[in-house]
């Protein structure tokens, strides 16, 4: 079994084209997407209608909360964004779950953590800064899953762990690359003899074009800082 799962498209058309192509020849047995669809300024309405056909969202992000109007904040692009999509799309973004389970039980996808798409998986936050999270940490976050693997996004990082005999992936982002890598991103999760093995992909795309419509159509100051992170691949 083949598992295709994208995440954090950031409302880039750009980048998750180029993924989409990816996806398709690879020829998985299924796509799942990990949220955040559409909080960006790279032609987030033709992000919207490329993930409805061929990835709609599996779980709920953290920034897809801020389109439903689940959370306040950055109202500048929540007030630019809107009328851009379809009338309905908050309402479904906003009523997605925060976890699903595929693979007859044994993949848990979310967006942050199962606990939260705020949450951080493999990373704490503390006065000292960002750290890699313990085992205990992870293991708390995770809850009560007992299945093999669990794969989440959110932190625009690719990461890997095992913890008490869990798989745990973080997928990187198709937009807003943090590693100064400016490659969209997804992983493929192949399951041969009862084993599951994680593959980060890694694909180029057109930024130099993203961003120009970034510049072109973002919000005012919004776009300039979007297309700037989309061509250094680091945060803006």
């Given at each position: 079994?083949r598992?295709?799962?994208l995440?954090?498209v950031?409302?880039?058309a750009f980048a998750?084209?180029?993924v989409?192509?990816d996806i398709?020849a690879?020829?998985?047995?299924e ?5 955040d669809a ?5 032609d987030p309405a033709a ?6 056909e061929h ?9 897809d ?9 950055k109202a ?8 851009l999509l379809p009338?309905?799309a ?8 925060t976890?699903?389970d595929?693979?007859d039980g ?10 939260s798409p705020?949450e ?7 006065e ?16 009560d ?8 996004g959110?932190t625009?990082?690719e990461?890997?762990?095992v913890?008490d005999?869990v798989?745990?992936?973080n997928?990187?982002?198709v ?10 991103r997804?992983v493929?999760l192949t399951?041969r003899g009862?084993?599951w093995?994680?593959e980060?992909?890694?694909t ?9 419509w970034?510049?072109?159509?973002g919000?005012e ?8 992170q989309l061509?250094?691949?680091?945060e803006?």
């Amino acid at each position: 079994m083949r598992l295709a799962i994208l995440g954090d498209v950031h409302g880039n058309a750009f980048a998750l084209r180029a993924v989409l192509d990816d996806i398709a020849a690879a020829a998985p047995d299924e796509v799942l997407n990990l949220g955040d669809a559409v909080w960006g300024a790279s032609d987030p309405a033709a992000a919207w209608a490329l993930q409805q056909e061929h990835a709609p969202p599996s779980v709920r992000g953290n920034t897809d909360e801020r389109v439903a109007g689940l959370r306040d904040g950055k109202a500048a692009l929540r007030d630019w964004l809107l009328p851009l999509l379809p009338p309905d799309a908050p309402r479904q973004l906003g009523t997605l779950p925060t976890t699903m389970d595929t693979a007859d039980g044994e993949v848990r996808v979310a967006h942050g953590s199962p606990r939260s798409p705020w949450e951080d998986l493999l990373l704490t936050k503390g006065e000292e800064g960002t750290r890699s999270a313990t085992r205990p940490e992870i293991r708390e976050r995770l809850g009560d899953f007992a299945g093999r693997v669990v794969v989440v996004g959110h932190t625009h990082w690719e990461m890997l762990s095992v913890v008490d005999g869990v798989t745990v992936v973080n997928a990187g982002p198709v937009s807003r690359q943090k590693d100064g890598l400016p490659l969209a991103r997804w992983v493929l999760l192949t399951r041969r003899g009862g084993v599951w093995t994680p593959e980060f992909r890694r694909t180029p795309y057109d930024t130099a074009a993203a961003a120009a419509w970034a510049r072109a159509h973002g919000p005012e100051g919004i776009g300039g800082r979007e297309a700037a992170q989309l061509l250094s691949g680091k945060e803006a």
